[in-house]
T-cell receptor, first 116, second 115 residues
Framework: AQTVTQSQPEMSVQEAETVTLSCTYD???????LFWYKQPPSRQMILVIR??????QNATENRFSVNFQKAAKSFSLKISDSQLGDAAMYFC?????????????FGKGTKLSVKP | NAGVMQNPRHLVRRRGQEARLRCSPM?????VYWYRQLPEEGLKFMVY????????ESGMPKERFSAEFPKEGPSILRIQQVVRGDSAAYFC?????????????FGPGTRLLVL
């Protein structure tokens, strides 16, 4: 079974600074996908970034980037130039490859606060 | 292109009543997933459907819960004889059949409160 662990229940960052959120996972799959979702106070789940496990290059989306360490099963999210609007719960998630491996496995989340 | 739509956004039921939650996937998406989020928790998978088929219901309680995704119309998550422990946010997600099939796009959720 797949598991996703986020060991930081809460994190805080100063506006314009950089913060890294940690995520580790465990899977027996050889191919899989990893995601970071953001859940602001509105509770809408918003996709931040995704990574295909077969790709060695780390995914980047504007101020968001990941550090994907496949051997260590680590998938951390780096937020650069943090903005007040980045304050939210951040969830790491994984899913397997293949038709029946549809569901996402989520971590428990990290609550990010951004200080002005 | 409208996103995933869920209604109602908030639903209040008394114990023993039925709750029906609706989800309209994004246009062109044929895969629908339902998740439940308890307070202070991450999302937990419940069921995965394609049109007229349940692909994986391993996360759904065996009793009182059912889901469908008919050929026409939205996907429905139905909870019969609700209990207080069913109070949660229920999220629907959809994904396309081909390009970017692995990425799920979420609706705004339905907050169910059982009194």
């Amino acid at each position: 079974a797949q598991t996703v662990t986020q060991s930081q229940p809460e994190m805080s960052v100063q506006e314009a600074e950089t913060v890294t959120l940690s995520c580790t996972y465990d899977t027996s799959e050889s191919d899989y996908y990893l995601f970071w979702y953001k859940q602001p106070p509105s509770r809408q789940m918003i996709l931040v970034i995704r990574q295909e496990a077969y790709k060695q290059q780390n995914a980047t989306e504007n101020r968001f980037s990941v550090n994907f360490q496949k051997a260590a099963k680590s998938f951390s999210l780096k937020i650069s130039d943090s903005q007040l609007g980045d304050a939210a719960m951040y969830f790491c998630a994984s899913r397997g490859y293949g038709g029946s491996q549809g569901n996402l496995i989520f971590g428990k989340g990290t609550k990010l606060s951004v200080k002005p | 292109n409208a996103g995933v739509m869920q209604n109602p956004r908030h639903l209040v039921r008394r114990r023993g009543q039925e709750a029906r939650l609706r989800c309209s996937p994004m246009k062109g998406h044929s895969h629908v997933y339902w998740y439940r989020q308890l307070p202070e928790e991450g999302l937990k998978f419940m069921v995965y459907l394609q049109k007229e088929n349940i692909i994986d219901e391993s996360g759904m309680p065996k009793e009182r819960f059912s889901a469908e995704f008919p050929k026409e119309g939205p996907s429905i998550l139905r909870i019969q004889q609700v209990v207080r422990g069913d109070s949660a946010a229920y999220f629907c997600a959809s994904s396309p059949p081909a390009v970017n099939w692995e990425t799920q796009y979420f609706g705004p959720g339905t907050r169910l409160l059982v009194l």
